[in-house]
């Protein structure tokens, strides 16, 4: 039997966008059936790196439960979603803003299953720490 | 070999290593513990006080009784002693009659002996009082009737307990087995439901609001910058500081120095004051510093020709300082930090960073008068790559013009006043 996957494609298969623009693109569960599965989450979201804790704002959100909704577990599901102003993504020295389109999976038995794309908002430069 | 089930590791702020389950059980039990503990107080108190005080009121019957015994009842430790009145009455009910040793329907202990007796002083032995007997049990009686204030205010421990408890296992509830991401929307929906949120419904999402920056006209240019920390509660700040610093110290070198007026020095204690001096001392020191720099530097002003600023503008800014002294350099900087806070252990800690640093202005050598102050302008233009403000809850990026100055025989001075950059205007921001 083969183990379970997520299929998770942008649009083009982009992965540079500029504010206001529109994400879209899909997800699609290989290897589970619809019994196995409890739920599926989407989310586009941002989330900070670096030397302070760690601070995360989901920007769009689905959450698809197979129990609820009368399609095929395995047929594309399809999102779309124009981005926000800000944040934007920024390589600071000790902070860091990483935006990803983040798919999970939650199974009825057994561990959750995660498949992130990274993308970049914006074209914020790289920072370096200069002398005081 | 990985272990499958970690109860606990490392952690270091909201970064557990440890099982997430694992905490959720013990939290939960830990306040199922809390909500049990409340549960059964609250069972207690009103099983065995209130619903028999509430029967005494509602439901018994009057009759008429003999007083043929009152004492002060004790009970407790003899260090801790506690006392109620008791008094024994006669009554007949249905031909029946009735000695029970009474008072009221809580039968409370009291640590004040004083109001035990005066509840007993005003009944007297061989006299009739009317009295309730319950007509279920009329055995059961009592000699006052009414409602105890503290009893219903004291229910608030346990229902505190009760609320808090169950607060906490719904949030727990609410958040097994929820994703961050899905925590997060949570969150972010219960946000958008407070109709006083100032935040609601801007555009710009963690950009700090820019009321503050704008609400102040500038003299020569449109806006008046706001400073940072003004220099006058720096000064205050260190004053009492200072104060209560020395203060203590100046107690245990007052007894040092007994020792040593005595003829009996103790050394030890000298030892042990001599670096506290040092630091108070340095307190002092910093103390008339930043008193030459706020009497002797007068105010800075600074002014921009727009605000919030945007990646790859430019604007003017006026600087003005008042004073009366020889200004050896002044110079303003445009500078960019980060900003992280983390909790390591049971502290919270700040780190920040500067990523850009920029001169947009120097002078050297002016003669400050009282009357006039000096201006001087100067251009800015940001980076069109910059990064613009950003504020969450741990992670902050903030911009700022930083004015430095050098005086004859004064300390050097700073002064920073925050500006905010906003990221590129978008033609129909989304929501």
């Known amino acids: 039997m083969s183990q379970p996957q997520v299929e998770l494609e942008l649009a083009g298969d982009r992965r540079q966008y500029q504010p206001g623009e529109t994400l879209s693109g899909h997800y699609r569960l290989l290897g589970v059936t619809a019994r196995e599965v409890r739920a599926v989450e989407l989310s586009v979201l941002w989330y900070t790196e670096g030397t302070g804790d760690e601070d995360l704002a989901v920007h769009f959100f689905d959450r698809f439960e197979p129990a609820t909704r009368a399609i095929e577990v395995c047929q594309p599901q399809y999102f779309g979603t124009q981005l926000p102003a800000s944040p934007l993504s920024y390589a600071g020295q000790i902070v860091k803003i990483f935006w990803c389109v983040r798919a999970r999976v939650f199974f009825t038995q057994g561990k959750d299953l995660m498949v992130e794309l990274p993308i970049v908002l914006g074209a914020v430069a790289a920072a370096k720490e200069v002398e005081e | ?431």
């Open chain 2, 1 to 431: 070999m990985s272990r499958r089930f970690r109860f606990y590791e490392k952690k270091r702020g909201d970064r557990r290593t440890g099982s997430k389950q694992f905490g959720n059980v013990g939290e939960a039990l830990f306040f199922g513990f809390f909500l049990l503990v409340g549960c059964l107080a609250l069972w207690a108190m009103g099983v065995f006080l209130i619903v028999p005080e509430w029967r005494a009121n509602r439901h018994f019957v009057e009759t008429t009784c003999v007083v043929l015994h009152k004492a002060v009842g004790q009970a407790g430790e003899p260090e801790s002693q506690r006392y109620r009145p008791e008094i024994e009455i006669e009554y007949n009910v249905d031909g029946q009659t009735f000695r029970p040793t009474i008072y009221d329907a809580t039968g409370m202990y009291s640590v004040s002996r004083a109001s035990a007796e005066e509840a007993l002083a005003r009944f007297e032995v061989g006299k009739e009082y009317p009295c309730w007997y319950d007509p279920i049990d009329p055995g059961r009686a009592v000699l006052v009737q009414g409602y105890s204030g503290w009893l219903y205010l004291s229910l608030l421990v346990p229902a505190s307990f009760i609320a808090i408890s169950t607060r906490r296992l719904i949030y727990i509830w609410l958040n097994w087995g929820t994703s961050a991401e899905r925590r997060s929307m949570m969150s972010r929906r219960a946000g958008e439901l407070e109709f006083f949120e100032e935040s609601r419904g801007k555009a710009l999402a963690n950009v700090p609001s820019d009321t503050n920056w704008t609400n102040s006209p500038g003299t020569h240019l449109a806006y008046r910058l706001p400073i940072a920390t003004t220099p006058g509660w720096t000064l205050f700040a260190l004053l009492a500081a200072c104060l209560v610093w020395n203060g203590i110290v100046a107690t245990f070198v007052v007894m040092a120095v007994r020792t040593h007026l005595v003829g009996e020095p103790d050394w030890l204690l000298t030892a042990f004051v001599v670096p506290f001096v040092v630091i108070g001392m340095m307190l002092i020191g910093f103390l008339v510093r930043q008193g030459l720099i706020t009497a002797g530097v007068g105010a800075t002003r600074l002014e921009i020709s727009n605000h919030p600023l945007y990646p790859g503008g430019e604007y003017e800014v006026l600087i003005s300082q008042a004073g009366r002294f020889q200004l050896t350099s002044l110079n303003v900087f445009l500078v960019c930090q980060e900003r992280a806070t983390y909790r390591q252990g049971t502290d919270t800690r700040t780190d920040t960073c500067t990523v850009y640093r920029e001169c947009l202005y120097t002078v050297e050598n002016v003669a400050l008068e009282d009357h006039k102050p000096f201006d001087g302008r100067c251009r800015l233009v940001l980076p069109a790559n910059a990064m613009h403000s950003f504020n969450s809850d741990h992670n902050e990026i903030g911009w700022k013009l930083v004015v430095r100055g050098s005086a004859a025989n004064r300390p050097d001075y700073e002064r920073d006043f925050p500006v905010l950059v906003h990221p590129p205007a978008v033609e129909s921001p989304p929501e």
